[in-house]
């Protein structure tokens, strides 16, 4: 017994030094070191470096919520996009309340390079909305729609993509409804050239952001079926813009001009052609200043800016289906009217608007903030196109407080109320009306969660 214990543990010597030698023989690998997420401070708070690379990354979006009400039994169009201009609507016929949600993601990726700052950057986000907040007549109706915020590269002072219009300066900054300022999402081309304390830029964006979605007008003239449709795009709009940045605020001068290009269709020749096209520029121009007045509160600010616009209704955010006539005047979309007869031909004229815009924010306390912002907006259409049936001169009054509580920093919570007051001359279509004053309200209970 005593022998075979001792050749069994010989033979387990004998193997565990064989193993032991064979594994000596094998090449040997270091496990990789863990690389820890780094501080990317170079560009600002919230930057990191994206392990295994140079690029500094932050992330960033927000939650929204809106409760919304509307008090008015009757509204014009031009405030809700439920509502035609130039025409009545009884509320009772459309939700009184609204929800509207919206989660966004934000992505700002940026590298150091011998010409400056590359900057990618994105913004997503998904909206649902119900009730009057989804322009929803139907009970129950309601929307979901996912879209590109802002998606743009800049560097060497160039940014291309879609990004926030040049043209733009408050563009409903505190506000969460829609004032009568300029506030687009556009794509485009654009080159910033830096002077001391001065920023010029010029920028290419696409006519389509400005319009959106236009339909045909079909009226009767001459005995002859006319139709006016909008042509496609042929160039861009050209946006310039001066602004100079000090610590006690900033002063922002801009124009753009925006082609009119559209054609008039007959079932009929009309002349010699059955067809006939027009294109014609219209343009807009707009000054704003923002004023810091710590010397009150701080974070106490003062916007005020002004605008006009010829041929170019969407740089006031004017919008609302204004496309057909019955008194020889054809809108195709917010720039041009076709006018005439078929004996002395026809053109097109531009509708003009101008605007002015307040908006002041008092800090109470650090966590509490009052606001009250306020547009007025006047509309003109040239010499007898307010008599056409959805073409109509107006004007427009918005003004809104809202009380913001901030309990932690990024998290709002707050009430807002705004009230619309429009003056309306109505066209002929409505005779029983010729001028009309409807007066509005909205209240929404808003909270807000930014990261």
Not at 239 to 248: D, I, K, M
Not at 353 to 366: D, G, K, M, N, V
Not at 372 to 401: C, D, I, Q
């Amino acid at each position: 017994m005593t022998l075979a214990k001792s050749l069994l543990l010989g033979s387990a010597a004998a193997l565990v030094a064989a193993v032991s030698a064979q594994a000596a023989d094998l090449p040997y690998k270091k496990a990789a070191p863990i690389e820890y997420v780094r501080i990317c401070d170079s560009h600002g708070a919230g930057f990191f470096y994206i392990p295994g690379t140079d690029t500094c990354l932050k992330i960033g979006g927000n939650v929204e919520f809106d409760y919304q009400v509307m008090s008015a039994k009757k509204s014009i169009g031009g405030y809700k996009a439920t509502h035609t201009l130039g025409t009545i609507t009884n509320r009772k016929f459309y939700n009184a309340n609204g929800v509207f949600v919206r989660g966004r993601l934000q992505l700002d990726a940026r590298n150091t390079t011998a010409w400056g700052t590359l900057r990618t950057f994105v913004s997503v986000q998904i909206d649902h909305k119900t009730g009057d907040a989804a322009a929803a007549a139907t009970p129950g109706a309601s929307t979901d729609v996912a879209s590109v915020d802002k998606a743009f590269i800049q560097w060497a002072g160039f940014t291309a993509g879609r990004y926030q219009s040049v043209f733009d300066f408050y563009a409903d900054n505190w506000n969460h409804y829609d004032l009568d300022d300029s506030d687009a999402s556009i794509n485009g081309l654009a080159y910033t050239a830096t002077f001391g304390d001065f920023l010029a830029t010029l920028s290419l964006e696409d006519r389509a952001d400005r319009l959106g979605s236009t339909s045909a007008g079909t009226t009767t003239i001459g005995g002859l079926a006319q139709t006016a449709i909008v042509q496609g795009d042929m160039v861009p709009d050209i946006v310039g813009q001066l602004n100079y940045s000090q610590g006690w605020g900033q002063v922002q001068l801009t124009g753009a001009a925006h082609q009119q290009n559209t054609s008039l269709v007959t079932a009929a020749p009309l002349g010699t052609s059955a067809n006939a096209s027009k294109s014609d520029w219209g343009y807009a121009g707009q000054l704003g200043v923002e004023i810091n007045l710590p010397m009150l509160a701080a974070g106490d600010q003062l916007w005020l800016e002004g605008a006009y616009t010829d041929g170019a209704l969407l740089y006031n955010q004017i919008t609302g289906g204004r496309n057909v006539n019955g008194n020889g005047l054809l809108q195709t979309d917010y720039d041009t009217i076709w006018t005439g007869t078929t004996a002395t031909g026809f053109t097109i004229k531009s509708p003009t608007s101008w605007s002015a815009l307040a908006a002041f924010q008092h800090y109470f306390t650090p966590s509490i903030i009052g606001r009250l912002s306020g547009t007025y907006v006047e509309v003109s259409y040239p010499a007898g196109s307010a008599l056409s049936a959805l073409t109509s001169n107006f004007n427009r009054l918005k003004v809104a407080g809202q009380l913001v509580w901030q309990p932690i920093k990024y998290f709002d919570i707050g009430v807002e109320v705004l009230y619309v007051r429009t003056d309306q001359q109505y066209p002929i279509a409505l005779p029983a009306a010729a001028k009309s004053t409807i007066n509005s309200f909205e209240s929404t209970l808003h909270i807000e969660r930014d990261f």
